[in-house]
Every structure is written in structure tokens, then in C-alpha cells.
């Protein structure tokens, strides 16, 4: 999968957690709406991906409104218990609503945290996940080496996140909506039309497909893969932290 050339300047990632609190209230809504509710299925497929064994410790990182760590108990048996970390406080906020008001408290925890600096000790997680968030941050590569760090061996990573097809016809009416349409109806309905502007510049300036998974294999996963969902609208990203090898 190669990425054709873009030409739009990268945007800047600093303190973009701070436009998310600005949107919160919104941001559930607004996510339905723009994605024509499509983006329900891609979280919830982020499950077939899951390793097979039960009782899972899960870490969802970018968690924001908890959505993603929601779904994984909802349509999977194989986690046990979860953590979500986000800079967004007020993001955070409504994650814990919407955990209180499932009865699930007592399983999944949300707080403050930074992927690039994870909150959490060595091979913690069975699992983690992020979903539409790893283009938000800022060293990247960072990113995933800490994901690494906290994974247990053995353990596995998934990433949803935005892609531009392969298919120039698609890609070509994607990148309409992405550019003229999304950005009118999200800045209306959420009063921050910077956001969206925001959001479309940073899909088409992210690396997806080939360019991501060598991101991964250099911060050390094997078994990488790349799932491309809708078209490619949206890539899941797998790959797995190797077992120890003992002398």
C-alpha cells in the first residue's frame, strides 16, 4: 500500500487536547452524525482483533469519551478490565458518565495521561487500543515505543485510525467531504470550526497503510498488520509484543 504525495502542511499537534475539551459536549453526536454512524461499526470491529485469550487487561489510550473501552465489553467475553487515560479532562468527564451509567465502575477507570508518557508500569496490559488518536500525538514514535513498554509479552496492540483509500475515485470523493463538507457541518453543529479543519488536515498528512506498520516494526511489534475497513476510509493496525526468550 503506498501513500500517494500530499501537499497540505502539517498541522500542529501541541495542546490539541485542549480543542477537544471545547467540543466535548458535542463530540459523541458529532462523531455519529459525520461518519453517518458508520464509526459505531468500526470500534466495535476492533474486537474480531482481539487475542483469544480470556480475562484481559485492556489499556485504552486517546480514550476521550471511553467509546472505544466501551465497546470492547460490549462485544467481547475475553476482557476482564480496562483503564482509559486522555488529556482531555472534560472528555474524560463524560467517559465516566457513561461508565457509571452501564454498572461498570468497578472495571473500567479513566484518568489523565499522556501516550507518550503512559501512566502505567512495565508489561501492565494484555491489550492496547487507540482509536482516532495516534495522529493527535505528538512523537509518535514515542508513542508506540511506550505502548511496548507496557504491553505484557505476548501482548497486542490495535490502532483504528483514519486512511485515504487506495482507490483513486474513492479517495477523490473522501477527500471532497473531508475538505469542503465535513469541516461546515462540524465547526456549525459544535461551534469550532478550527476543530474539524483540524481534522481533516491531519488525515491527509498522516502516514497509513505500509508507512504506519513500518512505524510499528521499528518500535519493535511483530506480526504486523493493517486491516483496511470502508473502502480504506479507516485502517486497524495489529501487531504483538514478542514472547520472552529465555537462555
Same mark, same amino acid.
Given at each position: 500500500?503506498?501513500?500517494?504525495?500530499?501537499?497540505?502542511?502539517?498541522?500542529?499537534?501541541?495542546?490539541?487536547?485542549?480543542?477537544?475539551?471545547?467540543?466535548?459536549?458535542?463530540?459523541?453526536?458529532?462523531?455519529?452524525?459525520?461518519?453517518?454512524?458508520?464509526?459505531?461499526?468500526?470500534?466495535?470491529?476492533? @474486537?474480531?482483533?482481539?487475542?483469544? /485469550?480470556?480475562?484481559?487487561?485492556?489499556?485504552?489510550?486517546?480514550?476521550?469519551? #471511553?467509546?472505544?473501552?466501551?465497546?470492547?465489553? %460490549?462485544?467481547?467475553?475475553?476482557?476482564?478490565?480496562?483503564?482509559?487515560?486522555?488529556? #482531555?479532562?472534560?472528555?474524560?468527564?463524560?467517559?465516566? %458518565?457513561?461508565?457509571?451509567?452501564?454498572? *461498570?465502575?468497578?472495571?473500567?477507570?479513566?484518568?489523565?495521561?499522556?501516550?507518550?508518557?503512559?501512566? @502505567?508500569?512495565?508489561?501492565?496490559?494484555?491489550?492496547?487500543?487507540?482509536?482516532?488518536?495516534?495522529?493527535?500525538?505528538?512523537?509518535? =514514535?514515542? #508513542?508506540?515505543?511506550?505502548?511496548?513498554?507496557?504491553?505484557?509479552? !505476548?501482548?497486542?496492540?490495535?490502532?483504528?485510525?483514519?486512511?485515504?483509500?487506495?482507490?483513486?475515485?474513492?479517495?477523490? =470523493?473522501?477527500?471532497?467531504?473531508?475538505?469542503?463538507? *465535513?469541516?461546515?457541518? !462540524?465547526?456549525?453543529?459544535?461551534?469550532?470550526?478550527?476543530?474539524?479543519?483540524? *481534522?481533516?488536515?491531519?488525515?491527509?498528512?498522516?502516514?497509513?497503510?505500509?508507512?504506519?506498520?513500518?512505524?510499528?516494526? =521499528? #518500535?519493535?511489534?511483530? =506480526?504486523?498488520?493493517? /486491516?483496511?475497513?470502508?473502502?480504506?476510509?479507516?485502517?486497524?493496525?495489529? !501487531?504483538?509484543?514478542?514472547?520472552?526468550?529465555?537462555?
Amino acid at each position: 500500500m503506498i501513500n500517494d504525495k500530499r501537499y497540505r502542511p502539517e498541522p500542529s499537534r501541541h495542546e490539541a487536547w485542549k480543542m477537544f475539551d471545547q467540543i466535548a459536549r458535542r463530540y459523541d453526536f458529532l462523531n455519529r452524525l459525520l461518519s453517518f454512524g458508520i464509526d459505531v461499526s468500526w470500534r466495535r470491529k476492533m @474486537a474480531h482483533f482481539l487475542p483469544p /485469550h480470556r480475562n484481559q487487561h485492556v489499556l485504552d489510550l486517546a480514550t476521550g469519551t #471511553a467509546d472505544q473501552i466501551l465497546f470492547l465489553f %460490549e462485544k467481547s467475553d475475553k476482557v476482564k478490565s480496562g483503564v482509559g487515560t486522555d488529556l #482531555a479532562e472534560k472528555m474524560l468527564k463524560i467517559g465516566r %458518565e457513561k461508565i457509571d451509567r452501564r454498572g *461498570l465502575s468497578e472495571l473500567v477507570s479513566l484518568k489523565v495521561g499522556d501516550a507518550t508518557d503512559i501512566p @502505567a508500569g512495565d508489561n501492565e496490559f494484555d491489550m492496547v487500543t487507540i482509536s482516532f488518536g495516534i495522529r493527535n500525538v505528538i512523537n509518535v =514514535a514515542r #508513542a508506540l515505543r511506550e505502548i511496548y513498554r507496557v504491553l505484557k509479552p !505476548g501482548g497486542r496492540v490495535l490502532i483504528l485510525e483514519f486512511a485515504l483509500p487506495q482507490n483513486r475515485l474513492i479517495r477523490g =470523493a473522501h477527500l471532497f467531504y473531508l475538505r469542503h463538507v *465535513l469541516p461546515r457541518i !462540524g465547526g456549525f453543529v459544535s461551534g469550532d470550526t478550527r476543530a474539524y479543519r483540524y *481534522l481533516n488536515e491531519t488525515i491527509e498528512t498522516f502516514p497509513y497503510g505500509d508507512a504506519f506498520c513500518n512505524l510499528l516494526k =521499528a #518500535a519493535g511489534f511483530t =506480526a504486523v498488520d493493517a /486491516h483496511p475497513v470502508t473502502f480504506g476510509v479507516v485502517m486497524i493496525y495489529q !501487531g504483538d509484543k514478542g514472547l520472552k526468550i529465555e537462555n
